[in-house]
């Protein structure tokens, strides 16, 4: 089944300790994205990948970093989570990203985490 | 920059009553594209539909249907005889091709909608 996966789905963690939100996708896709969702804000896109090791700042990146060292795989690191980013996450790919604006975003089930 | 504007924040009806969705959008580009999104309770994000500027023809699918007009750069979504299943939050989104190359999608509030039975 084509698919998004990430993991964990549920978190609770401290300020400061470091996690990560992995996301693979089994479509061969070159662009990957993450976005969190925040109640009145809808979802706003935090880094996104236009292929291997090719990144770039989203709207809101502080206090997160990503890598793509693998096509399939695209995980979201908070190296110190604070309180603010307490939120609903989403990791969403596309078969191309810069060529259309028209590629529909097949999204993962998201990861809520909560930063204590 | 680019803007999605679902003033709607949370709409109630009864079973069986038509409901729209407003959806207005801010672009500078001639070409784009505009999209709308559900999330069920179960919090997933599902598809429904994709228009690009180029294209106001109205669609239907079902129950469902949508009204483009760029003359007022609305992209609204009705449902007619809702259905309790119906309810979730709906999300508008605008994708855009950036001049660095990066596609920005911009997502709107969202409206929750709730079907009482």
């Known amino acids: 089944e084509a698919q998004v996966t990430q993991n964990p789905r549920y978190l609770i963690t401290v300020t400061g300790k470091k996690l990560t939100v992995t996301c693979s996708q089994n479509?061969?896709?070159?662009?990957m994205s993450w976005y969190r969702q925040d109640p009145g804000l809808g979802l706003r896109q935090i880094y996104y990948?236009?292929?291997?090791?090719?990144?770039d700042k989203g709207d809101v990146p502080e206090g997160y970093k990503v890598s793509r060292k693998e096509k399939r795989n695209f995980p979201l690191i908070l190296e110190s989570p604070s309180p603010n980013q307490t939120s609903l996450y989403f990791c969403?790919?596309?078969?191309?990203?810069?060529?259309?604006?028209?590629?529909?975003?097949?999204f993962g089930a998201g990861s809520r985490l909560t930063v204590l | 920059a680019q803007k999605v504007t679902q003033a709607q924040t949370e709409i109630s009806v009864v079973e069986k009553e038509d409901v729209t969705l407003d959806c207005v959008y801010e672009?500078?580009?001639?070409?784009?594209?505009l999209f709308w999104y559900k999330q069920p309770p179960s919090g997933e994000l599902v598809f429904l539909i994709r228009?690009?500027?180029?294209?106001?023809q109205n669609e239907i699918s079902g129950r469902y249907s949508w009204n483009f007009q760029k003359s007022t750069s609305s992209f609204n979504f009705t449902i007619t005889a809702s259905q309790v299943v119906d309810s979730a939050v709906y999300f508008c989104?605008?994708?855009?091709?950036?001049?660095?190359?990066?596609?920005?999608?911009?997502f709107g509030s969202g409206t929750r909608l709730q079907v009482q039975p």
């Open positions: 990948s236009m292929n291997v090791e090719v990144t």
């Open positions: 228009r690009n500027s180029f294209d106001e």
């Open positions: 479509m061969n896709h070159e662009y």
């Open positions: 969403a790919s596309t078969p191309r990203g810069p060529v259309s604006g028209a590629n529909v975003l097949t």
């Open positions: 672009t500078r580009d001639t070409t784009y594209y």
């Open positions: 989104a605008l994708s855009v091709l950036m001049d660095t190359g990066r596609r920005a999608l911009t």
